[in-house]
């Protein structure tokens, strides 16, 4: 199956300060990229639909200038978490829909980013 | 709104001990029902999609049905190694081709 793949799998930061999260389709191209979050053992909730060479798509209720998603190119999409508190850390994971070949319409995951603030 | 439903949230198991997990759903107009796999710390794998009320399928140990208001995973004769979290996921048939989650049944396989 397709490949998706996320990086930093873990990043620690301090409170205040940015962190970048890549999220990189290997063997396809996706025009469109999804972003979730989960909180332990809770279930995945979509924060925002990334289109290449457009805005992102935001989920009612997540901040637009907090959560800043670029998708320059048909294989990467980044969420930047910008002056990250505590109450961000959670499990970040994207995914890309491959719509070629054999896996047409399959929404394939990454790996997960983990983003601890202190 | 379209919301899933999964239940139960946890089932034990003993290793062979056949059982079913239920996925049930309202969504206006259904495009796709999707199974995935996800172990503690990764992303979600996935399994299955499922288009149509009656359609089934099946990879290993594992089959997939559908109906107009829910999905069953049935797991036969598990195995240790099928211990995970499954998650169900719906997508509409208009608008975005976002996923909407169930939040999942923590699956364990004692020996």
């Known amino acids: 199956g397709a490949v998706v793949s996320q990086h930093p799998s873990r990043v620690i930061c301090k409170s205040g300060t940015s962190v970048k999260i890549e999220c990189r389709s290997l063997?396809?191209?996706?025009?469109?990229m999804f972003w979730y979050r989960q909180f332990p053992k809770q279930s995945l909730m979509l924060m925002a639909t990334?289109?290449?060479?457009?805005?992102?798509?935001?989920e009612q209720g997540v901040e637009k200038d907090k959560f800043l998603i670029n998708h320059a190119s048909l294989t990467l999409s980044t969420l930047t978490v910008t002056s990250a508190h505590p109450e961000d850390s959670s499990f970040y994971i994207c995914s890309a829909r491959d719509q070629s070949g054999a896996n047409t319409g399959e929404l394939f995951f990454g790996e997960g980013s983990r983003l601890t603030v202190l | 709104e379209d919301q899933v439903t999964q239940s139960p949230e946890a089932l034990r198991l003993q290793e062979g001990e056949s059982s079913s997990l239920n996925c049930s759903y309202t969504v206006s107009g259904l495009r796709g029902l999707f199974w995935y796999r996800q172990d503690p710390g990764k992303g979600p794998e996935f399994l299955f999609t499922?288009?149509?009320a009656g359609e089934e399928k099946e990879k290993e140990r594992l089959k997939a049905t559908l109906t107009k208001k829910e999905s069953f995973l049935h797991i036969t004769a598990p195995k240790p190694e099928d211990s995970a979290t499954y998650l169900c996921?719906?997508?509409?048939?208009?608008?975005?081709?976002?996923?909407?989650f169930g939040q999942g049944t923590r699956l364990t396989i004692n020996p």
């Open positions: 990334s289109n290449e060479g457009s805005k992102a798509t935001y």
């Open positions: 063997d396809f191209q996706a025009t469109t």
């Open positions: 996921a719906v997508q509409a048939r208009q608008g975005a081709q976002k996923l909407v």
């Open positions: 499922l288009y149509s």
